[in-house]
């Protein structure tokens, strides 16, 4: 991945691209040739040396069975947005300004291991409904099902685990422009309805060094 300096991601905007409840892209290299698998995961920092990625597949799905040929890779996506020239307060000084794109992402690489085992699948499906389920004024758990329905989806899944062997992260939050165009981006993206965008923008600029 291309990182300048002023765009890398600190610690913590990895670890809360690690931990945020969202999917992720599983990319593995294998005979068919590359092999793409958008999936939810949880981020299990105490697995391994440095942390792993838990999810699961289709058992269909011939992503499990192909060993990849090499490192995975997962690619973690945070909140992304069209940055207008409209909102620098540089458009009105000199007019030398352009459109861009703001987002946050990580490349995750390791080793990809497989898990063709109820109780594990059953372990992380767990976290993972609890993960979800636990901004929920209701919410649902594995146990409001049936035992049995239960084991019958765990046997229609396989579980996939990234062990983490190294992190290239990036967040491109506006941080190369002067702080009043940085207001106006933080002002614009709010003002359409990009809170998230926002937030980040405004957290990227507190953690610039001065």
Known sequence: M???????????AIDDLLAAPAAANLVTMTSQGLL?????????????EHGALHGHLARNNPQWSEPPAGEALVILQGADAYISPAWYASKA???????????????????????????????????LTELHEGRSARPWSVDDAPERYIAGQLRAVVGVELLISRIEAKTKLSQNRPGKDIDGV????QATGQTASAADVDRARRERPT
Do not use: K, M
């Not at 793409?36 to 697995?47: E, G, H, I, K, N």
């Not at 000199?94 to 699948?121: C, E, F, I, K, Q």
């Not at 933080?186 to 993206?189: E, P």
């Open 36 to 48: 793409a698998t958008l999936l939810p995961l949880v981020y299990v920092p105490s697995a391994g």
């Open 186 to 189: 933080v002002a614009g993206l």
């Open 2 to 12: 291309y990182i300048p300096a002023h765009f890398a991601a600190s610690p913590g």
């Open 93 to 127: 000084e000199h007019g030398r300004v352009v459109p861009t794109w703001n987002y946050s992402t990580a490349h995750v690489y390791g080793t990809l291991v497989v898990h063709d085992d109820p109780a594990w699948l059953g372990c992380h499906v767990r976290q």
